[in-house]
């Protein structure tokens, strides 16, 4: 592997080449999956989640958002369509020379069972890093985080980490994120034990693997994506550890 380098401003140089706008759409199968403790007569999981994501790079440093909707079938407990709606956006700024960059982000949604989700808003520090061909980078960002309706607790923290992996003459492309945060979250216990006041940390990773079809010969011009992702959570949805594949397209503009 190619030595790391530690300037964020080459990094954010490389990216501006890179088409960083997209759409995905994800068939899951978490449902399907967890036939009871998940799935209840209360909250479903979506079958069908699009994600539009844009990375937008400056002189300053860059901005970064996306938006989630999650969809559902028809039956008893809802009447389909968009179950609910999830968006971060975040803003970088350089620190000089350095590889630091100021990071500020907010995180808010809302869905069909629970209304509003509780607003957070975030600001740290992140920690960037490429390769010298730039087929590899690599960041991590550590965050004060508040949740003003927490009822337990306002002030908390997370940390997130997000990769990007280019291979096999950039056909393939592995990319994703982890976040771990402190967040209370009191309707979550064990099954059949409701004592205490819910989960307190809640980990999240989405890795992603993609196959570039503008790779093949003859397809140069067509920007479309095949592949998979899968959430794995702890404390995200429900109580626990649960896996949830999806097969999904994505078209980067």
Not at 14 to 25: C, D, E, H, R, T
Not at 89 to 95: D, H, W
Not at 170 to 196: I, M, T
Not at 230 to 246: A, H, K, M
Request: negative net charge; proline residues 4%; hydrophobic residues 40%.
């Amino acid at each position: 592997m190619k030595k790391l380098l530690l300037a964020a401003t080459s990094l954010f140089i490389a990216i501006v080449s890179v088409p960083a706008q997209n759409i995905q759409f994800h068939y899951d199968f978490g449902s399907a999956l967890y036939h009871s403790g998940y799935k209840s007569e209360r909250y479903t999981r979506p079958n069908i989640t699009t994600t539009v994501e844009m990375f937008k790079p400056d002189k300053w440093g860059n901005t970064f958002f996306f938006v989630d909707m999650n969809y559902g079938n028809i039956s008893a407990a809802h009447d389909g369509g968009v179950l609910g709606a999830y968006w971060e956006i975040s803003r970088e700024l350089k620190l000089g020379d350095s590889p630091l960059l100021a990071h500020v982000e907010y995180n808010g949604g809302m869905d069909h069972y629970s209304g509003s989700y509780d607003d957070a808003w975030l600001g740290g520090l992140t920690y960037a890093m490429a390769s010298q061909d730039f087929s590899k980078t690599l960041s991590f960002t550590a965050m004060y985080k508040a949740i003003p309706r927490n009822a337990k607790c306002v002030h908390n923290f997370q940390f997130t980490t997000v990769w990007n992996l280019m291979f096999c003459h950039n056909r393939f492309k592995f990319d994703g994120f982890l976040d771990f945060w402190k967040e209370n979250r009191p309707w979550q216990h064990p099954k059949n034990d409701l004592s205490g006041d819910g989960t307190d940390y809640i980990l999240l990773t989405e890795p992603q693997i993609w196959y570039n079809l503008n790779t093949v010969k003859g397809m140069e011009d067509v920007n479309l994506s095949v592949g998979s992702e899968i959430e794995i959570s702890n404390n995200f949805c429900g109580y626990g550890t649960y896996v949830n594949p999806t097969l999904a397209v994505k078209w980067t503009f």
